[in-house]
């Protein structure tokens, strides 16, 4: 089989990689290790930056996210005794909207559908060849048939644990890897809140998010090795009312319907292209899921792209050319922040560190300057 673009993943970056170069005319074949139905699944992110929203509607996709995404103006930070509401859209003129990542997932893949673009799924073995000269992409698909792609481009939207990154010879590569993980739940019952909760409390961080009016998300920190048999449903409500009550605020509980635990780590490994080798994602990119960046990031990558893989087949180079320098500083900036909010609201080292992260929080709330940094990062910079 021959194509313009293969692209090996078809989690969120390579679904919208394949559907932008489709709406520009441009052929490309989506292997995938997993099944749909696993793939549309997976339960990861929920909130969407101003510039995804609009980038998803301009892209055709934006139909059911107008009807069933929830517009927030901004977040609510939190310490014992104490909540502020963060104003993102007073601040900065920008909001964030809730909208899980399986709800845009599920978007993408009826979009695919429906244009006919060609995908394998339950794609095994997939291996990258000459990628610096005429790649091609082999694998053993669904049926047990040995299949090779050949392609102008290869581009690893395969996330952290895929091949393609191995694909790049002596990559320089920075990793953090946090003290604790997050415990997430998921729970049907409706919010307690009406705009997300980031709560520092002395037994640890917890998070009140949401994915409907109906269903609840939540994450508490625990250790990195956390074993999740230790949490009954009764421990994991009563650790959530515990860090994120405040006086006269009651939590709603419900039944949990899903809980996992999350490892945390930064990860960014360069360069994000090699030959006719590209990384868009979690291929090439790691984030704390602190600040809401990772669906975001991958996003905002896939958009650089496809605009990069379009100005090449039309003779022009110097997009691609430019690709991984330009796409790793926003990398750089997503990484910093969603350090900067991990280390500010995670409970780890000594009563000196909670100290400084209580102080932190306190400026943040009260000082117009330092609210608007969080919001201008946290809404998201412009594509
Ligand atoms: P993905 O990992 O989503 O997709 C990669 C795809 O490549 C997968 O479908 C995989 O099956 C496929 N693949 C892997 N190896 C392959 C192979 N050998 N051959 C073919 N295909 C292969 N972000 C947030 O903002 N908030 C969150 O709460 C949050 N929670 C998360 C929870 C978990 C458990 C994980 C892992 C991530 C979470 N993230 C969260 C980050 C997440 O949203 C990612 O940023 C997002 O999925 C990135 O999308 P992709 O780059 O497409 O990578
Ligand atoms: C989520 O709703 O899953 C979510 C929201 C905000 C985050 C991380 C996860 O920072």
Redesign the pocket.
């Known amino acids: 089989m021959r194509t313009q673009v293969v692209i090996v993943g078809a989690g969120p970056a390579g679904l919208l990689l394949s559907h932008l170069l489709g709406l520009d005319g441009i052929d490309s074949v989506l292997v995938e290790r997993q099944t749909a139905e696993y793939v549309q699944a997976r339960i990861?992110?929920?909130?969407l930056e101003a510039g995804t929203v609009e980038l998803l509607r301009d892209a055709g996709l934006g139909a059911r996210l107008d009807v069933e995404g929830m517009e927030h103006r901004g977040i609510h930070l939190q310490w014992p005794e104490h909540r502020h509401h963060v104003d993102f859209a007073d601040l900065i003129g920008r909001s964030v909207t809730?909208y899980?990542q399986t709800e845009v997932t599920k978007d993408l893949m009826a979009a695919r559908e429906k244009a006919g673009r060609p995908a394998y799924y339950s794609a095994d073995g997939v291996t990258l060849h000459d990628v610096t000269g005429k790649p091609s992409v082999t694998f053993v698909d669904s049926d047990g048939k040995a299949r090779r792609i050949d392609a102008d481009v290869v581009v690893g939207c395969d996330g952290f644990h895929g091949p393609s990154r191995a694909s790049i010879p002596d990559p320089q590569v920075w990793e953090r890897t946090y003290p604790f993980a997050w415990l997430?739940v998921l729970a049907d019952v409706a919010p307690s809140t009406d705009e997300?909760i980031y709560a520092w409390h002395p037994d640890g961080f917890a998070?009140h998010?949401?994915?409907s009016p109906r269903v609840s998300?939540f994450?508490l920190q625990v250790a990195p090795d956390e074993d999740i048999a230790a949490w009954s449903d009764d421990r994991i409500w009563a650790a959530l009312s515990e860090r994120l009550g405040v006086p006269g605020w009651t939590l709603e509980t419900g039944p949990i319907t899903e809980k996992s635990v999350l490892p945390m780590r930064s990860f960014v490994a360069t360069p994000m292209r090699h030959g006719n080798l590209y990384l868009a994602g979690d291929a090439a990119h790691i984030v704390p899921?602190?600040?809401?960046k990772g669906l975001n990031l991958a996003v905002a990558d896939v958009a650089l792209l496809a605009r990069a893989l379009t100005a090449a087949v039309r003779g022009d180079d110097r997009l691609v050319d430019a690709y991984s320098e330009t796409a790793l500083r926003r990398v750089w900036r997503c990484t910093h922040f969603s350090w900067w909010m991990t280390s500010m609201l995670h409970r780890h080292g000594d009563d000196f560190d909670a100290r400084l992260q209580l102080a932190q929080l306190q400026r943040t709330v009260t000082s117009e300057a330092a609210a608007k940094e969080l919001a201008e990062n946290y809404a998201g910079l412009p594509l």
């Open positions: 990861r992110a929920g909130i809730v899980g997430g997300l998070m998010s949401m994915r998300r994450y899921p602190t600040g809401a």
